[in-house]
């Protein structure tokens, strides 16, 4: 099976533009979450969807939304970028309550 | 805030020896889960260890889980130069794919 794959892989923006990530789980998974890496944070959970619901969402501003459509692909949005924000956002994808599986990663830099 | 702090934060060894890295954890946890990451890409899942599950392996590498203590490790053995990598715990508390990750330990292993 193909992994999980994210697009773009890096993207440069400015502050006050919002962006939006794509994720596509891996062929099957109904489970999809996003996690931010900063150096300052290390890893943090943004949220996870399961069948087009949102069923956890982390400590994020609500800047930071998502959504997942019938087909199991995710995007992330977050609007008026700050410096803060630049960082590499993971995507991963579960069958159920289990392992997860990560994409690449897309890193965002906002100068 | 992270679930979890790893010890040590660095580790350097030689190709051939083992290397151990420690997780601490504050919370009852569903299971938990160790990750490879390799200069700031994708998260590669190495195994998963559920809380009624005391002791793990798989191929180079055994994983132990304390829950008694809140505190995991994971042994690679026989370390090679492609293991050098940051080691990340993950704890899983509600079984949702929410995970918490910990600090993350930077091995580096030297031919």
């Known amino acids: 099976k193909a992994g999980v794959t994210q697009t773009p892989r890096y993207l440069i923006k400015t502050r006050g533009q919002q962006v939006t990530l794509s994720c596509s789980p891996i062929s099957g998974h109904r489970s999809v979450s996003w996690y931010q890496q900063t150096p300052g944070q290390g890893l943090q959970f943004l949220f996870e969807?399961?069948?087009?619901?949102?069923?956890n969402k982390g400590n994020f501003p609500g800047r930071f939304s998502g959504r997942q459509f019938s087909n199991s692909r995710s995007e992330m949005n977050v609007s008026t970028l700050e410096l803060g924000d630049s960082a590499l956002y993971l995507c991963?994808?579960?069958?159920?309550?289990?392992?997860?599986?990560f994409g690449p990663g897309t890193r965002l830099t906002v100068l | 805030s992270q679930q979890g702090e790893e010890d040590p934060q660095a580790l350097s060894i030689q190709e051939g020896e083992n290397a151990t890295m420690n997780c601490s954890y504050k919370?009852?946890?569903?299971?938990l889960q160790w990750y490879r990451q390799n200069s700031g890409r994708g998260l590669v899942h190495l195994i998963l260890?559920?809380?009624?599950?005391r002791e793990k392996h798989s191929g180079r590498l055994r994983v132990t889980l304390d829950t008694s203590k809140k505190s995991s490790s994971l042994l690679i053995t026989a370390s090679r130069a492609a293991d050098t990598a940051s080691y990340f715990c993950?704890?899983?508390?509600?079984?949702?794919?929410?995970?918490?990750f910990g600090t993350g330990t930077r091995l580096t292993v030297i031919p």
């Open positions: 991963a994808s579960s069958p159920g309550f289990d392992t997860q599986y």
């Open positions: 260890i559920r809380s009624n599950e």
């Open positions: 993950a704890t899983d508390e509600t079984g949702a794919n929410n995970l918490f």
């Open positions: 919370t009852s946890i569903n299971n």
């Open positions: 969807y399961f069948s087009e619901t949102q069923r």
